[in-house]
């Protein structure tokens, strides 16, 4: 359990977690994750930036043992969250000299979650400096990115920041840099799908004040650092703000195969009209895959069967799940079978007021689907993409 170097007087001091499998009870972890804890020492001071969940918290213990942090000045809590702050009433117990250093509303979220002593913790300024001499930790109030408390940490002298979850990945690695694999960008995507891309208005609005101070790294508190920025500066300025792609997803389940069937014949309907249609079967789901299809999708086309008057529960979950995610889809439809009526539509359709979506007349057939349902079927593609090609007018990737 030994500390690794960053950069000269920076070390990574944090704990992976190979077999996490889910994350808040809801996120699947299928690449397990890592927290990121560093240790900057000057030549009159010394920080712990974040510690890691309470589950590894003898793991920091190690490694700022082998990087000889006898002492530690300050702990930087970015963000009160136990992956990230977990540990600190361990370390505080081991370092009586510490002082905590979080926002006014950290503090009091510590207080409150982890039952930090208010007196150990004191509130920084957004912009407020710290001389650990010879090297400066300025913080920087990013809340809502994703919590309310939540703030960034930018160490001039080395050009390093420490962005806490803002442009992670829950990927355990060995590799301390990211270099530009192709899996590390898989992996950020589904961390900003599944957990940034609700604030995803707010972080485009701050996302300059980052850029603007060209750093060299950027550590974020899961996953590998970046040594060049771009690579997941680019990448995020694809997720916030380019229009949707030419895509529709279709998460659908199917008790009896109608509307399985029904799905069948509308995807091979859409492709044949040159739209790409992710199917996405919810029997059994990776909800971070469907996440990570949304943030690209222009359309949501939801397939399920009449329950008791209403949709399957695992379709309005998927509708749910939609809402709170906030992507950037421009139109939404349903389609499915029912035995003797219901009101799945308008119930769905009201699970999602956070998405401004044209609801395009949904297709709903009594049992299995015949010629005229099928004829249905292909006439919502061809409205589709009509509506796809109205957007490609105005840049929307293929």
């Known amino acids: 359990m030994q500390a ?27 690449d397990g994750t890592s927290y990121n804890a560093y240790l900057v020492r000057g030549s009159s001071g010394t920080a712990l930036l974040d510690t890691v969940d309470p589950a590894c918290a003898q793991i920091l213990s190690a490694r700022l043992a082998h990087a ?3 002492h530690i000045d300050f702990l930087v809590a970015h963000h009160a969250e136990q992956d990230h702050s977990g540990a600190i009433p361990l370390v ?26 208010a007196e150990r913790i004191r509130a920084v300024r957004d912009g407020e400096r710290l001389n650990l001499g010879g090297l400066t930790l300025e913080f920087l109030h990013f809340p809502w990115v994703h919590w309310p408390e939540t703030m960034v940490t930018w160490l001039p002298e080395r050009r390093i920041l420490f962005t806490c979850d803002l442009f992670g990945s829950h990927l355990a690695t060995s590799e301390l840099f990211a270099g530009e694999d192709a899996g590390v960008l898989l992996g950020a995507k589904r961390y900003y799908a599944e957990i940034m891309m609700p604030f995803r208005n707010l972080i485009e609005k701050r996302l300059e004040r980052l850029t603007g101070l060209r750093p060299a790294y950027i550590a974020p508190s899961h996953g590998p650092i970046y040594e060049r920025p771009e690579f997941i500066l680019e990448a995020y300025r694809e997720w916030l703000t380019a229009p949707p792609h030419n895509l529709i997803v279709v998460p659908y389940l199917s008790m009896h195969a109608s509307t399985r069937r029904m799905v069948e014949v509308f995807v091979e309907a859409c492709i044949r009209r040159g739209m790409r249609v992710e199917q996405f079967d919810l029997t059994d789901p990776d909800l971070g895959k469907l996440a990570m299809l949304l943030v690209d999708a222009a359309s949501i086309v939801i397939g399920t069967p009449v329950v008791l008057g209403g ?12 809402n709170l995610l906030r992507p950037k889809a421009r139109f939404l439809s349903v389609l499915g079978s029912y035995g003797w009526g219901g009101k799945m539509v308008e119930q769905l359709a009201a699970m999602i007021p956070n998405l401004k979506l044209e609801v395009l007349p949904p297709v709903l057939c009594k049992g ?6 099928c004829e249905s079927l292909e006439a ?11 957007l490609t007018t105005v840049g929307i990737p293929s």
């Open 4 to 30: 690794r170097r960053v950069v000269e007087s920076v070390d990574w001091v944090g704990a992976i977690d190979w077999d996490r499998r889910l994350f808040d009870a809801l996120i699947p972890l299928p």
């Open 68 to 70: 000889g942090a006898e």
């Open 92 to 117: 505080l117990a081991a370092h009586p000299e510490t002082t905590v250093l979080a926002t006014e509303k950290g503090k009091t979220m510590l207080v409150d979650h982890l039952g930090v002593p």
């Open 311 to 322: 949709p399957h529960p695992k379709a309005a979950y998927a509708a749910y799940l939609a």
């Open 368 to 373: 299995l689907p015949g010629a005229d349902d």
């Open 380 to 390: 919502l593609a061809a409205t589709f993409a009509e509506r796809h090609a109205r």
